[in-house]
């Protein structure tokens, strides 16, 4: 291509010297490469100035001298300049510029824009980078890659959820979620368990991830992936997207004929282990190795100190060397892999085209009963009916089936949790033979019931979880005249998901069943949830002389609903079926929720020239979950921006200069429904009353206290920015300052127990996030055979609590937490406040140690630590092209916040922790400090109280650590082998790529585990951790697309 | 054109859509799975129902400091259950009793008290909730001292999220007045309903339950207030006591709402909790019959799986109390002294008797009531026969065993035997007494350690387990829950000023004389 260009260009060169000058008429088509006319190509000509534009088709018609210059731009398109040489008719077929995705953005509604009008800050990445160097949840892969997008992902195998968070966090509610919208169209993202989901069952012993709205997306089908990242670009999508908007592009058939495209890809996944445990002393308690049958001892290694040839006897009764076990996780967890198989079958000609794909993805988590596979299609088309009549529509089914995900933050059935904590002297042997005694029940391996045998959870517990999804939009597009379109659309998400689990059957912490019974348990889950949303919208654009104008009018009407039905059964006739009908006591739940939001909305846009661009929009918003004389709401927002570089003269290094500006408010309900008033539940069951006769029982079945004058929330958001392109555009920033005021914030605040309630809904919470954010690309080395790309991006965020009561006393709130660990906000600190309480110190600092039983003491009251959002996040990728070898790099960074590293707690307790074993020799511990009198401690502690003691007492003082870390997130490797394919008819490109994926921690404070690896979906549990979730995994593995 | 005039119809058709752009939003915020109100009793059930406990984890605080420091069932166990057991603190296992009483039966309570206190035809049930809300408000202030009364479990009701604390003076005189109105107040010809729980409508045992409660309440302030003890105890008596078991106050759990603590060492805690020595000795000791009801003990068990046929026995005669004051390694020094095989070889809770996981719990007995009479009548502030009160009670319970599983259930010649072997002595009525109290109320926890309290009996020695952070020998109140000092700070400070620091020491008003 580039060969062909250069010919192109000397070939003009070399005709200008034949051709004199004379004024003529020049028309011609100008289409892009896939042979679709271009409408709206600028053509200018070079030596005056003097341009025009192509119409709907293409064609254009400009006079100029006949050996004039003509430039061609557009946008997404590498420019294109034509000597004119005489010719008269010149069509121009323009190349796509690779960079070219920062240039058009998808805004609201999916209204495709030029990057240039937008006065707020945008982050667009392709299908690509989604797709080559993938992980099983899309979003994942997008980790350091966006300035000022911050994910994480839960550490609860393939489904795991992902948490995304832009611009921080503004309110003090636990769900800070974009809107995710694929197509113009909002898709459900709700999380399902780690506290994070909806009508879950209290009291059942079910703690997965159940997997979050992403996982339905087959990343193949990704065309390009956009953030808006302020509340600007989102005052069209309403309150939902006053976090900011995840705007997903699935491609559509481009009109070039049938094209057929595979793509597959494997990767293999390996659980990386961060511990540094002792391996001196092991299992037993307070210093005594198990030495007769059927200890309980499994999770405590504060036994002996080992020695050559010493014997331990086990659970099981048997005898085993006493000896350590290392390499636990490389001993349990096996190698995952994951297989994706895409097939695409596209087809187009002037009329509209199509694009069907299918896939199946597999994926063996590392956990051997685990396994998530997942199959999609994917159908996206365009069809114009009549010159103005167009249709459109994407549809994408998915079918998912998450078996056995594995339960985590908890300890019943969670594997990861035991083998965490197994003492580091217990043979996985032992445990793999003796999962069963002789009667069928559980062989207990700890007195810690819910510690039970990591195998006899992988064989005897299982869950399985269902969706099928079908979520689409169809749009009609009317074309009234040039200047004047209607357009109607209908769109649904709806998702019905099975989830099915057990309690196994002689698992030892659940009762006996009665006589004739055997015990266990069985959960049947079904919740359906659906999305709808029906909207209009209405579009002028006029252009007069220098001005235009652009107006958009629409409304939109949103519904969803949400049903759960569930049955749980207790103790079976039947042992080993697990059955509703085989169950002794049955207890069945149904709920619903539903709620709406009715919209209308306009926007108009005024240009002047090429360089000046202001837009202003207004909102409505009428939310069926406030009061009646609060719901409706209207809000502005006002954008503006300037190209100073089409204005003014720049210097010759200055080849794009854009100056940007915007304030915009967003109102948002923020709130669950019926929220609005109290609430009673009928028990289940009827209840016998002293002559046996059953009766009612039932009463308030919340702990939240209802508020009834619920109003919306506000934010409102100013920004500026600054884009440049410089150096033959070899180096680009891009810069924004964001200033945002979130206040009336419901939150649920944390009241006294003594209230009869937990929470009470408030509507006065007021925060500031404010920060900055940069993109720089630079390219130092561009020669033939050797490239150099770097894009690097970067935030500074931060925030403060402003308000949080209606009285100035009421400056702290509590908003999750728990075992000592807590996260408030505080009236004047940065939103997420960790506290947590300290060792008892005396004035002089000297920690404090109870005179009696020489434990260390604690303050009463929980003190500040540390703040749980970091403050500066980002990415750098390094992309270099070596004689067509594409090789690329992305390290990324999440620096200044604090975490409780709680998994260390556990450690601790147990054992583990190399804290531990001071003292061992000994066989006491004296903590060094002073006693309540004053006088220097010099009180012997047993060591197994001594360490047990801060989770007792909630200290974790010793486990506050930066949760900072840099990491060489991804990396590739990829070749084109098409030119090498001339002689092969049928097969019109292939590329491969070698991935790899959370390659290495470059750098980390916290002591045995990976900072990120934690499972907390809510922003009031950010940055404590207590059992650790599953192990977080290296992805290694290859992409390979062939095109027929 | 034809389209044209299509798509600006449906236009047309989706502007209607807008029209009304809140209409129908009041119904679709409405839940129409949950009601917005319920029949009073319903709820006044609920409210009856969580008074025992609902879940695993909220017996923890019985099981691990109130049966342990009155001796009764002791863990060696420490970390998550540690308690009584070492007297030391450990703040998980001192809040399910505030959280619990708080939360699931004051929520309801204080509701249907609301609800009804204006409602002519409801005046028994008002007056039936005053009488619980005393019973629940007894517990939590017994356990902890002073606390929130007036102004509690009002979140919903006056929007107050931090009520104050209340002197407990002020709330045990509060308690007397209520008990003594509301009993006084109950009314057999006035409407009342089946689907009450507690007693089925019958007002004359609602009106016994009553006056009974407020014969425990008086009581209590034998200490503190005896002028006030005495004239409650004559006005309870005089309003009538509880008569026999079928009096009794009691949670009849089912295989659906089952007995927790039951469940919980049925289950999570199979080999944690064992009978405490001096329990077990005093049965023992005094050919109590109730030994076999209670005890169960695995002869010869190594370990948990052990703890199983057919080594299971209840011969009272080898019944074997663990002794106070070790853990789950330093306790190897009794096995030579107790012929025992290890930790788990000690007596324990019968799991299929008194805590099968369908054993009823009982709030108040005609037992205690009687010993409790006993005591007054020795103090000579009611007259009657203390002996043969005393004996009543004694039989009362002995008889209530039978109620927990006729495997438990106790024949009456050896009932007759043991009552008159243990006649009242001059001079020791009320250790007596407090003694078979004691027994009385096994299970019944935080009534065991109110009345230890109150009486100094059982004479329990110190726990002598090494490194006891408290002060005196017993462990005198329960701490506040840490999430008041999070979430009601002003008012907890106040309380802290007025009672002492909040630890295991200071004393609750009715036992600071």
Redesign the interface.
């Known amino acids: 291509m580039k060969k062909k260009l250069l010919f192109l260009s000397f070939f003009t060169l070399v005709c200008q010297f034949f051709v004199l000058a004379q004024t003529v008429t020049i028309s011609g088509k100008v289409t892009g490469s896939n042979k679709d006319p271009l409408a709206g190509v600028n053509v200018q000509i070079s030596e005056s100035g003097q341009g025009t534009i192509t119409d709907a088709n293409g064609n254009y018609a400009i006079k100029a001298s006949s050996n004039a210059t003509l430039i061609f731009s557009y946008v997404g398109y590498l420019d294109k300049s034509i000597k004119l040489s005489g010719a008269k008719e010149v069509n121009v077929v323009m190349t796509n510029d690779p960079k070219s995705l920062q240039d058009v953005v998808v805004t609201a509604l999916g209204i495709k824009k030029e990057a240039k009008r937008l006065g707020f800050a945008t982050a667009t990445v392709s299908g690509d980078a989604m797709s080559t160097n993938r992980t099983s949840n899309p979003m994942s892969t997008l980790q350091g890659k966006l300035s000022g997008v911050n994910i994480s992902t839960m550490g609860t195998g393939p489904t795991g959820s992902t948490k995304i968070r832009i611009r921080g966090q503004s309110s003090f509610n636990s769900v800070n979620q974009p809107l995710i919208v694929v197509n113009g169209v909002p898709m459900d993202n709700t999380t399902y368990g780690l506290g994070g989901g909806i009508g879950a069952r209290s ?1 059942q012993v079910n703690s997965s991830d159940g997997g979050d709205g992403f996982s339905s997306i087959n990343p193949d089908d990704i065309e390009s992936i956009t953030v808006l990242k302020g509340a600007t670009a989102s005052a069209l999508y309403g309150s939902r997207a006053k976090d900011g908007v995840v705007m997903i592009t699935t491609k559509k058939g481009s009109g070039k004929g049938i094209g057929i495209e595979y793509n597959a890809n494997y990767t293999t996944d390996k659980a990386l282990d961060f511990t540094d445990f002792q391996y001196e002393y092991g299992q037993g ?4 190795r198990p030495t ?5 001892s499994a999770v405590w290694s504060f036994g002996e100190k080992f020695q050559p040839g010493m014997r331990q006897v086990l659970f099981d009764g048997e005898d085993w060397p006493y000896a350590p076990v290392f390499n636990r996780y490389d001993k349990f967890y096996r190698k995952g892999t994951n297989l994706t198989n895409t097939v695409t079958l596209s087809n187009g000609n002037e009329n509209g085209s199509f694009r069907l794909s299918m896939s199946n993805s597999e994926n063996q988590g590392i956990l051997s009963n685990n396994v998530f596979n997942k199959k999609t299609i994917n159908l996206g088309f365009s069809q114009n ?2 010159k ?2 167009s249709v459109q529509g994407n549809v994408n089914y998915s079918n998912e089936y998450n078996k056995n995900p594995p339960q985590v933050n908890t300890q019943d059935m969670a594997i990861p949790t035991v083998i965490y904590t197994l003492a580091n002297s217990m043979p996985f042997e032992a445990m793999q033979q003796n999962q069963l ?1 002789p009667n069928g029940n559980e062989f ?1 391996m700890a ?1 810690f ?2 510690r039970n045998n990591p195998y006899f959870s992988l064989n005897k517990r299982f869950e399985n979880i269902k969706r099928d999804r079908l979520l689409g939009n169809i749009s ?1 597009k ?1 074309q ?1 005249n040039k200047w004047l379109y ?1 357009q ?1 659309r209908v769109a649904q998400d709806y998702y019905a998901r099975y989830q099915d689990y057990n309690i196994p059957n002689g698992y ?5 069943a ?1 006589t004739g019974f055997i015990n266990g348990s069985y959960t049947q889950d079904l919740r359906r949830f659906r999305e709808r949303n ?1 909207d ?1 919208l ?1 579009g002028a654009n006029k252009k007069i002389s220098d001005f235009g104008v652009d107006l958009t009018l629409g ?1 939109n ?1 949103m519904y969803r609903s949400t049903e759960y039905n569930s049955v749980t059964v207790q103790d079976f006739v039947q042992p080993g079926l697990f059955t509703i009908m085989n169950g ?2 049955k207890d069945p739940l ?7 939001v ?1 919209s ?1 909305y306009g926007s108009a846009e005024f240009s002047y020239r090429t360089f000046l661009f202001l837009n202003v929009t207004a909102r ?1 918003d ?4 406030l009061a ?1 004389d609060a ?2 709401i209207l809000y502005p927002s006002v954008t503006g921006s300037f190209i100073f570089s089409e204005k003014f003269k720049m210097p010759s290094w200055i080849n794009y200069g854009k100056l940007r500006a915007a304030y915009a408010e967003v109102g948002d309900d923020n709130v669950a ?2 929220s ?8 289940n ?1 009827l ?5 046996g ?1 059953t ?7 919340t ?1 939240l ?2 508020n009834p004058a619920l109003r919306p929330l506000r934010v409102s958001e100013s920004e500026v920015g600054l884009e440049l392109k410089m150096f033959r555009s070899r180096v680009g920033l891009d810069l924004s300052y964001f200033y945002k005021i979130t206040k009336d914030q419901i939150l649920a ?10 929470n ?1 809904l408030i509507n006065i919470g007021e925060s500031m996030n404010k920060g900055l954010e940069m993109q720089l690309t630079f390219s130092p080395i561009r020669t033939k055979n050797f490239s150099w790309d770097v894009n690097l991006n970067g935030a500074y965020n931060t925030s403060k609590v402003l308000k949080l009561g209606s009285s100035p006393s009421d400056t ?1 709130i ?1 908003v999750g937490g728990g ?2 660990r ?1 996260i ?1 906000q505080v009236v004047g600190m940065p939103v997420g406040a960790l506290y947590t309480f300290l060792f008892r110190r005396d004035a002089k600092g000297n920690q404090v140690f ?1 005179k ?4 260390p003491l604690r303050n ?3 003190a500040y630590v540390g703040n749980i959002l970091p403050k500066y996040f980002g990415g750098i990728t390094n992309s270099f092209t070596i004689y067509g070898v594409q090789i690329s790099s992305l390290i990324d960074f999440r620096l200044g916040a604090k975490m409780i590293a709680g998994s260390n707690m556990n450690a601790l ?1 147990h054992g583990l922790h190399k804290m531990t074993l001071n003292g061992r020799a000994e066989g006491f511990v004296i903590g060094k400090g002073v006693n309540q009198d004053g006088g220097v401690n010099t ?1 012997k ?2 060591i ?2 001594f360490y ?1 003691t801060p ?4 200290v974790n003082e010793d486990f506050v650590f930066n949760s900072g870390f840099w990491k060489l997130r991804q990396l590739s490797v990829g070749y084109d082998f098409t030119k090498y394919l001339s002689s092969i008819k049928f097969i019109k490109g292939i590329k491969a790529n070698l991935v790899a994926n959370n390659v290495l921690i470059l750098k980390k404070w916290t002591e045995n585990m990976d900072p990120e690896n934690v499972a907390n979906i809510s922003d009031n549990e950010t940055g404590l951790d207590f059992w650790t979730p599953l192990p977080p995994t290296r992805t290694i593995g290859f992409n390979l697309n062939i095109k027929f | 054109m034809k389209l044209k005039k299509l798509f600006i119809s449906g236009l047309v058709l989706l502007g209607f859509m807008f029209q009304g752009c809140e209409k129908g939003f009041d119904n679709l915020n409405t839940n129409r799975v949950d009601p917005v109100s319920l029949d009073p009793q319903f709820v006044m059930n609920k409210g009856i129902i969580d008074a025992t406990y609902r879940d695993n984890f909220a017996t923890l605080q019985l099981l691990c400091y109130d049966f342990g420091i009155v001796q009764q069932v002791i863990t060696p166990f420490g970390s998550s259950l540690s308690g009584g057991n070492y007297n030391i603190f450990n703040p998980s296992n001192t809040t399910p009793i505030w959280v619990n009483f708080y939360q699931s039966v004051l929520k309801q309570v204080v509701y249907v008290i609301d609800k009804t206190k204006a409602d002519q035809n409801k005046t028994n049930l008002y007056n039936e909730a005053r009488i619980w809300k005393c019973y629940a408000f007894m517990i939590l202030t017994d356990t902890y001292g002073d606390i929130p009364y007036n102004e509690a479990a009002k979140g919903f009701l006056e929007g107050i999220s931090k009520p104050k604390y209340d002197k407990q003076e002020l709330i045990y005189k509060d308690i007397l007045k209520e008990l003594d109105e509301a009993s006084a107040a109950l009314d057999a010809s006035k409407p009342t309903s089946v689907g009450d729980i507690l007693y089925g409508g019958n007002i004359v045992r609602w009106k016994k339950f009553g006056y009974s409660l407020l014969l425990r309440a008086a009581m209590r302030l034998t200490r503190i207030d005896p002028a006030a003890a005495q004239t409650y105890v004559k006005k309870a008596v005089a309003g009538g006591l509880m008569q026999s078991n079928a009096d009794n106050s009691v949670m009849r759990h089912t295989s659906l709402y089952q007995n927790w603590i039951a469940v919980h060492l049925t289950a999570r805690e199979k080999a944690n909790f064992y009978l405490a020595k001096p329990f077990v000795d005093f049965l023992k000791n005094n050919n109590d019959p109730r030994l076999q009801s209670i005890s169960v003990r695995h002869v010869g068990a190594k370990s948990g799986a052990d703890q199983a046929a057919p080594r299971t026995t209840n011969d009272p005669t080898v019944q074997i109390g663990m002794p106070m004051g070790y853990d789950d390694v330093s306790i190897k020094n009794t096995f030579a002294t107790y012929g025992t095989a290890s930790l788990y070889d000690y007596s324990q809770v019968n799991l299929t008797t008194i805590l099968k996981t369908d054993a009823p719990e009982y709030h108040l007995t005609y037992g205690q009531t009687q010993l409790l009479l006993a005591e007054a009548i020795v103090r000579g502030w009611t007259t009657g026969d203390a002996d043969a009160t005393y004996k009543l009670g004694i039989r009362a319970h002995m008889l209530q065993m039978a109620e927990y599983d006729i495997k438990a259930a106790i024949a009456a010649d050896k009932i007759q035997a043991y009552v008159d072997a243990n006649t009242l002595q001059a001079g020791k009525q009320l250790e007596q007494i407090n003694n078979q109290y004691w027994v009385a109320s096994f299970i019944n926890g935080s009534e065991t350690f109110a009345n230890f309290r109150r009486s100094g009996f059982p004479a329990l020695t110190k726990n002598p387990y090494p490194g006891s952070e408290i002060k005196g020998n017993f462990i005198s109140r329960l701490p506040y829950p840490d999430s008041e000092t999070i979430t009601n700070q002003e008012n907890l400070n106040s309380a802290i000023k007025n009672q002492g620091p909040n630890d295991l020491n200071s004393k609750v008003w009715w036992d600071s004389k």
Do not use: C, H
């Open positions: 009291g308690e307070r210093g005594v007769s049958a059927y200890p309980q009916i009549n103005a009549l005694m207990v007195r019931l819910v009609i009317y009234i209607a109607g030892a912490p659940i009762p006996a009665p029906y209009f209405i409304g009407q002794r006591a149904y709920s619903k929720s539903e709620r709406g009715n209308l409505n009428w939310f069926s979950t009646a719901r409706s429904p019926y609005n008033a109290l609430y009673f539940g009928v028990n069951n209840f016998p009353n002293p002559s006769a009766v009612p029982v039932g009463g308030i079945n702990t206290v209802p605040a944390q009241i006294s127990d003594a209230s009869g309630f937990t009470k702290v509590s075992g000592g807590t408030k109870d009696a039983s020489g434990r009463d009251i929980p307790r009180t502690s047993d197994q109280p047990e989770n007792v007492l909630g």
